[in-house]
T-cell receptor, first 113, second 117 residues
Framework: KQEVTQIPAALSVPEGENLVLNCSFT??????LQWFRQDPGKGLTSLLL?????REQTSGRLNASLDKSSGRSTLYIAASQPGDSATYLC????????????FGTGTRLLVSP | DGGITQSPKYLFRKEGQNVTLSCEQN?????MYWYRQDPGQGLRLIYY???????QKGDIAEGYSVSREKKESFPLTVTSAQKNPTAFYLC????????????????FGAGSRLTVL
């Protein structure tokens, strides 16, 4: 059974810091890995998707890496801003007939001015 | 604007009552999903539907029911058989790619928060 773990569960940093969020998964038979952002009481917004054959994806100040063999992904946020405060979730798409997503529990990020 | 609309945003239920959460999308997506989110836990899949008039159980389907009579709509009924229904419910949709492509990007609604009184 696939298990997705995110560390740390919560993170508080001052504005301007670079930071790394971690995601690990137990079964490497995945199609892709996605990073989502969730604001309090809201739905999820997809940030980055990395295919299993890729090593990283970049969007603006965000960079996500994937090491499928070791079951790890990182989300790097450069020059953090208060507007980055949210919960970040990673999810893997399983390599099955139905493309089931398995979600991690999330990292709650607070960026202080 | 294309998107997913969930209603109501907040819902209160008395024990023993059935309630239905609405999910409508105008993205022309084939696949639709219902997830449940509890504090400190990841999203868990309740039901999903890949095409009209067809749906499948997810990991935690007990106490829930769905229908998919139209492509745009995928309502979720929380029945009295669901013992702990207080949670945040999220609906999502995606273009259903064949498994070979492996690029299933989901679009989520804003969620519905259900509280049992």
């Amino acid at each position: 059974k696939q298990e997705v773990t995110q560390i740390p569960a919560a993170l508080s940093v001052p504005e301007g810091e670079n930071l790394v969020l971690n995601c690990s998964f137990t079964d490497s038979a995945i199609y892709n890995l996605q990073w989502f952002r969730q604001d309090p009481g809201k739905g999820l917004t997809s940030l980055l998707l990395i295919q299993s054959s890729q090593r990283e994806q970049t969007s603006g100040r965000l960079n996500a890496s994937l090491d499928k063999s070791s079951g790890r992904s990182t989300l790097y946020i450069a020059a953090s801003q208060p507007g980055d405060s949210a919960t970040y979730l990673c999810a893997v798409t399983m390599n099955t007939g139905f493309q089931k997503l398995v979600f991690g529990t999330g990292t709650r990020l607070l960026v202080s001015p | 604007d294309g998107g997913i609309t969930q209603s109501p945003k907040y819902l209160f239920r008395k024990e023993g009552q059935n309630v239905t959460l609405s999910c409508e999308q105008n993205l022309n997506h084939d696949a639709m999903y219902w997830y449940r989110q509890d504090p400190g836990q990841g999203l868990r899949l309740i039901y999903y539907s890949q095409i009209v008039n067809d749906f499948q159980k997810g990991d935690i389907a007990e106490g829930y029911s769905v229908s998919r009579e139209k492509k745009e709509s995928f309502p979720l009924t929380v029945t009295s058989a669901q013992k702990n229904p207080t949670a945040f419910y999220l609906c999502a949709s995606s273009i259903y790619y064949p498994a070979i492509s492996g690029a299933n990007v989901l679009t989520f609604g804003a969620g519905s928060r259900l509280t049992v009184l």
